[in-house]
DNA sequence: ATGCATCCTGTAGTAACTACAGAAGCAAGT
DNA sequence: ACTTGCTTCTGTAGTTACTACAGGATGCAT
């Protein structure tokens, strides 16, 4: 049985995470030793990781979960997955669609300073109505 | 004077938000009118719009205050505004850098998806230690 | 026995809003 | 005058996914 710190170290989710996801029943409640200290098993840091990883490509706790859930299911549910992760790809690339604009302007806000003149173009352009 | 509902449909700020900048203090306490109802001018819509515009490129809430306060002051504040925005533009890049990597692999493990078997690649690779 | 690391529970804070509830005001039609 | 319906008011709580304590208990090595 493995203490939560190690369980972090191992999983790569913090020990204020872990035990946050306890609390919010995003994980079943962990074992305790005798003094109240929780235990974790191998399944458990694999079931961390999993969450993690889903975390770490952008998709929302309760995406994480219901792959979980997928993911435990006997039955195939590719199908499912692939509808999940399709539209958090949809929505990844209207994100970056966004960002690019964003960036576009911003660039060009920010080049148009380099002149060094009296009034501030950049703030012109906040300015414009 | 122009009462909030209005002020919203002029700045593309909505009423509640509004309202939460008052509050917070982003904006001054506006003038209220017999029967205690926010009345403003055409300088605080200018204002509201001004904030707007940052806060649609992706500034902070603080650093939409420090824009403010800078296309404000009489002095020239070219360069302070060039500074937060070449910040702000450092920020995006670099989420945007970090939005094309997940895109990439989603993509991937999605186009994984399309060949009809009985496992599921994409749970594999989220499984995957 | 003494440190020191680790752990516990419980609460509050983060960013920037959004969403009510419950009451009051305003304007137009009858 | 009265009703209807829209707008506004204050105040509070909820959102996402954590993070950051405070104050105290436990475990382990010296």
Redesign the pocket.
Known sequence: MI??????RLSGV????I??YE?EGIIAR?E???????AYSDTEIFELRFIKRC?DLGF???DAVALRDLADAPNNSCETVERLGRAHLTEVRSKLRELRQLEKALSELVSNCANGNNDCPMLDALRAS
Not at 3 to 8: P, T, V
């Open positions: 203490a939560i710190g190690e369980a972090s913090s020990i204020e995470t035990r946050y609390r962990a305790r030793s005798a003094s109240g200290r929780r975390r929302s706790l309760p």
